[in-house]
């Protein structure tokens, strides 16, 4: 539904635009991802909402995205179970994130862990898409350094008190890992 919807209006708009048939095959990828995306916020936003974890889950989210897009991992082939997967997990994740509690000797264990994941894996390419070394090199650097960036605001936040919000922050970067796992595989 997601891809004839994009397909539809990506073949109106390049008709009116009188796009070539490579534009138009960007546009309604384009609009694919935006569709997509769209109902994947919606969704998560409603969910959380609901379940009052808002908070926690698009914490957890924005700890995940930056090790995702940095380091890879793993994709699901359809439209339908990767949206399923993409609201499931964060609510999980933002729900757990209530229920325990890190301490700063756990937040150590966990960043130690994923600093030596990450060191060791490096950088995942998709079978799609693969990268050249120097690509490789540069999102792993890139990574480490958003890695880095996240272990600090996380000690902050575990120290100032907000152990839910550290939680989601432990949880978000045990799943980027995971993932990259994963994909390793």
């Given amino acids: 539904m997601i891809k004839s919807i994009s397909a539809a209006t ?13 534009k138009e095959e960007i546009l309604v990828y384009m ?16 969910f959380s909402t609901f379940l009052e974890i808002t908070l926690t889950t698009f914490v957890a989210l924005v700890t995940f995205l930056p090790i995702r897009r940095t380091f890879g991992g793993w994709h699901v082939q359809n439209i339908y179970l990767c949206l399923a997967v993409s609201v499931a997990v964060p609510l999980a994740i933002g ?3 209530t229920l325990i509690g890190f301490n700063m000797i756990g937040l150590g264990i966990v960043y130690i862990l994923a600093y030596g994941i990450a060191l060791r894996i490096g950088v995942v390419d998709n079978k799609n898409k693969r990268l050249k070394e120097s690509r490789k090199e540069k999102f792993k650097k890139q990574g480490l350094i ?8 996380n000690v902050l936040v575990l120290l100032y008190g907000n152990v839910f919000v550290s939680n989601a922050m432990v949880l978000g970067t045990i799943l980027g890992f995971f993932n990259l796992l994963i994909a390793e595989k």
């Fill in 95 to 97: 729900y757990i994130a």
């Fill in 146 to 153: 958003s890695l880095t960036i996240i272990a600090v605001i």
């Fill in 31 to 46: 609009l694919t991802r935006l569709i997509a995306n769209f109902i994947f916020l919606t969704l998560l936003f409603a």
């Fill in 10 to 22: 990506g073949r109106a708009l390049a008709k009116n635009a009188e796009y070539t048939e490579d």
